[in-house]
């Protein structure tokens, strides 16, 4: 895969198990397999920040129950809040959904 966190964080959010660079040693993709056969998850090291980051970002951009509660949102729309306030396009944003584009 390349090096850049945007294709890192969307192939994260897709629910990829494993990010391996594209120059990454042949040992470091078999250790990759292994570990992903054992459940776990991987990334480069410098990735792992940059996963955090998103997390504690997102969290923080989510409406509290209460907010959700008073102004009435679907689970969508709630995911929805974030994306846009990012200044993600209509076209991202249904790419993140797996969802086609509608003008």
């Given at each position: 895969m390349?090096?850049?966190k945007?294709?890192?964080l969307?192939?994260a ?9 594209q ?5 470091e993709?078999i250790?990759?397999?292994r570990?992903?056969?054992?459940g ?10 940059v996963l955090f ?6 969290s923080?951009?989510l409406?509290?129950a ?5 102004w009435?949102l ?6 929805l809040?974030?994306?846009?306030g ?5 076209k991202e ?5 797996s969802l086609?584009?509608?003008?």
């Open positions: 390349d090096d850049d945007k294709h890192f969307r192939a959010k897709q629910g990829v198990l494993g990010y391996v660079l120059d990454s040693p042949a040992i993709v250790d990759a397999i570990a992903i056969g054992r776990e998850a991987i990334c480069p090291r410098h990735f792992t920040r980051d998103c997390v504690a970002s997102q923080l951009d409406p509290n209460r907010t959700r509660q008073q009435g679907t689970r969508r729309e709630q995911q809040i974030p994306m846009i990012s200044g993600m396009t209509n944003i249904a790419a993140q959904f086609s584009e509608k003008r």
